[in-house]
């Protein structure tokens, strides 16, 4: 049964670094060509692709955010943790990870349950 | 920047109805196109995959069509769980979401 878990602070001030950890089960980051990624949702509004990390620990970034990310893995722990930096309150979003694949058409096939994270002094 | 274009962004429906929603790419995208279902305070749930593959366990009232830059996701007889905000996404390069349809009871 794949599962995955998003964790890390409901609060976080202006200009402060967010960290946020996905814990998954039922699968391994090891094999080959499965990725994880991040995804976003402000309140009311889309869905916004964050980050991706590969099996072979290849990264890729929203371009918008480039600068102000970082995905990384802990194959060992079943973690992708994501860090995005000088955090604004127009970051209050529900933060979720997602599981998908390389391979030809890249879709998420499961998702964790989502963070609420809030930007505000 | 590939961008999805959703319309309606809204619509009202009564159960039994068959729906339609668009999704248009900027670009050629090729078959690079999934489609899924969010209700409030929820994860997305995956519905179709490579424009017209349907997910394991979904009901096969979702179906999927288009290529390029066109892309329908239909409803047939519109269940009362099926109410809910529907996304396309894109992953030919990069990838994103489109805007968004809520589908609403009339």
């Known amino acids: 049964q794949v599962t995955l878990r998003e964790s890390g602070p409901a609060l976080v001030k202006p200009t402060q670094t967010l960290t946020l950890t996905c814990t998954f089960s039922g699968f391994s980051l090891s094999t080959s060509e499965m990725c994880v990624s991040w995804v976003r949702q402000p309140p009311g509004k889309a869905l916004e692709w964050l980050a991706r990390?590969?099996?072979?620990?290849?990264?890729f970034y929203t371009p918008s955010l480039k600068t102000r990310l970082t995905i990384s893995k802990d194959t060992s722990k079943n973690q992708v943790v994501l860090t995005m930096t000088n955090m604004d309150p127009v970051d209050t979003a529900t933060y979720f990870c997602?599981?998908?694949?390389?391979?030809?058409?890249?879709?998420?096939?499961?998702w964790g349950q989502g963070a609420l994270v809030t930007v505000s002094s | 920047d590939i961008q999805l274009t959703q319309s309606p962004s809204s619509l009202s429906a009564s159960v039994g109805d068959r729906v339609t929603i668009s999704c248009r790419a900027s670009?050629?995208?090729?078959?690079?196109l999934s489609w899924y279902q969010q209700k409030p305070g929820k994860a997305p749930i995956l519905l179709i995959y490579t424009t017209s593959s349907l997910q394991g366990g979904v009901p096969s009232r979702f179906s999927g069509s288009g290529s390029g830059t066109d892309f329908t996701l239909t409803i047939n007889n519109l269940h009362p769980e099926d109410f809910a905000t529907y996304y396309c996404?894109?992953?030919?390069?990069?990838?994103?979401f489109g805007g968004g349809t809520k589908v609403e009871i009339k």
């Open positions: 997602a599981r998908s694949w390389v391979r030809g058409v890249s879709y998420f096939d499961y």
């Open positions: 990390i590969d099996w072979d620990d290849d990264k």
């Open positions: 670009q050629n995208i090729a078959n690079y």
């Open positions: 996404q894109q992953s030919y390069n990069s990838i994103t």
